[in-house]
């Protein structure tokens, strides 16, 4: 079944847009029994999912929050930030993603296995150039206005 929803009457803004179709779209596709990597979505669909997730946990916990699991979306995070256009948001991930230790996304298991106590003055650092950047969701939000069918029914 399509994933897409019903597009809103009235849009305030890119930012609301990005954070209310987020969760529309958690909601569709539970209903329709799949996850938000299924890789039947669209491109676009995953790309979008996966930036406005990390941009959830980026901004309740820094990077800190987001390197609790989800290893295989952490790692499509630089290509998803590019698919959107959000250049130094992809360079952002990419440098998160390199400060890790070896094999550390390689899996949930080696994830769950790292000593974050050393990675502490790096990951204030990543989280501070996150803020330091204009706003994901608002990015999010101006990509889904820009390409409509890719999320709305």
Same mark, same amino acid.
């Given at each position: ?11 305030? @803004?890119p930012n609301d847009l990005a954070i209310d179709l987020y969760a529309d779209l958690?909601? +569709?596709? #539970? ?8 890789? &039947?979505? @669209?491109?676009?669909? +995953? #790309? ?12 309740? &916990? &820094? ?6 699991? +989800?290893?295989?979306?952490? +790692? &499509?995070?630089?290509?998803a930030a590019a698919l959107i256009g959000a250049v130094e948001f992809a360079s ?5 993603? #390199? ?6 996304? /390689?899996?949930?298991?080696?994830? /769950? ?7 502490? /003055? ?8 996150y803020y330091e950047l204009d706003e994901l969701a608002e990015m999010l939000g101006?990509?889904?206005? /820009? ?7």
């Amino acid at each position: 079944m399509d994933p897409r929803v019903p597009a809103p009457k009235i849009i305030d @803004s890119p930012n609301d847009l990005a954070i209310d179709l987020y969760a529309d779209l958690l909601q +569709r596709l #539970a209903d329709l029994g799949r996850a938000s990597d299924d890789p &039947g979505l @669209s491109p676009a669909m +995953r #790309a979008f999912l996966a930036l406005s997730w990390a941009d959830m946990w980026i901004g309740n &916990g &820094g990077f800190a929050g987001l390197w609790q699991g +989800r290893t295989a979306t952490i +790692r &499509g995070l630089p290509d998803a930030a590019a698919l959107i256009g959000a250049v130094e948001f992809a360079s952002l991930f990419r440098d998160a993603n #390199a400060a890790l230790p070896p094999g550390a996304l /390689a899996d949930d298991d080696a994830l /769950a296995e790292v000593d974050f106590g050393p990675l502490e /003055a790096i990951e204030g650092v990543l989280t501070d150039r996150y803020y330091e950047l204009d706003e994901l969701a608002e990015m999010l939000g101006d990509f889904v206005i /820009a390409h409509p069918d890719e999320f709305f029914s």
